[in-house]
Every structure is written in structure tokens, then in C-alpha cells.
């Protein structure tokens, strides 16, 4: 299974965007799909992960605003971002957490101050 994250751009400090994770096969066999991110620099980290059933986690820094939801129908995953702020400022990634998949390019999100 392949995945390609779409739906990163550059926004103003304070607004929204939707990121979307489409797999080239299904993800209902991977229990648990997450985002992550690197910012530059940086080491990359966990942003948010759920399971099949639907519960969800959040880093300490995204919670009350990032949501990430996963249909698996559509096998998608998609992560809703709000009230971005310029430490938000990274390339995402999502990835099954178990097993671990390719890690594709990923989607820039830029927040301007």
C-alpha cells in the first residue's frame, strides 16, 4: 500500500486546512493511521493517530485544534487543522503505525505570522 498526502499550502496565521492522506489499497487492516510532522530542522513527530474503532490522540500542541478522521471506504485519512499558527510550519506525513509504510513526500504546510 502506497500513500500520498495532499492538501498543504501557505496560510495566514489563524486559519484552516485540510489535509488528506488517499492509499492505493485499503487501510481497514491497519489498526492504527497517523499524521506526523518535520519541521525544519527537526526530527519528525507524532501530530495525531487513530484507530479503527475511532479513538483518537492528539500531541499536547495540536489538541483542540487539529482533528483527524479516517474513512475506510474511501481508505483515507484526513487530518482538519485550525487555528494554525506559525509553529505549525512543517511537511506532513501520514503512515500506518503497525506496520510502518513507505513514507512518500508528504504535504508543506507554510503558516505566515
Known amino acids: 500500500v502506497q500513500l500520498q498526502a495532499s492538501g498543504g499550502g501557505l496560510v495566514q496565521a489563524g486559519g484552516s486546512l485540510r489535509l488528506s492522506c488517499a492509499a492505493s489499497g485499503s487501510i481497514f487492516s491497519f489498526k492504527v493511521m497517523a499524521w506526523y510532522r518535520q519541521a525544519s530542522g527537526n526530527e519528525r513527530e507524532l501530530v495525531a493517530a487513530?484507530?479503527?474503532?475511532?479513538?483518537?490522540n492528539y500531541a499536547d500542541s495540536v489538541k483542540g485544534r487539529f482533528t483527524i478522521s479516517r474513512d475506510n471506504a474511501k481508505n483515507t485519512v484526513y487530518l482538519q487543522m485550525n487555528s494554525l499558527k506559525p509553529t505549525d510550519t512543517a511537511v506532513y506525513y501520514c503512515?500506518?503505525?503497525?506496520?510502518?509504510?513507505?513514507w512518500g513526500q508528504g504535504t508543506l504546510v507554510t503558516v505566515s505570522s
Open positions: 503512515n500506518s503505525m503497525g506496520p510502518v509504510l513507505g
Open positions: 487513530i484507530a479503527t474503532g475511532g479513538s483518537t
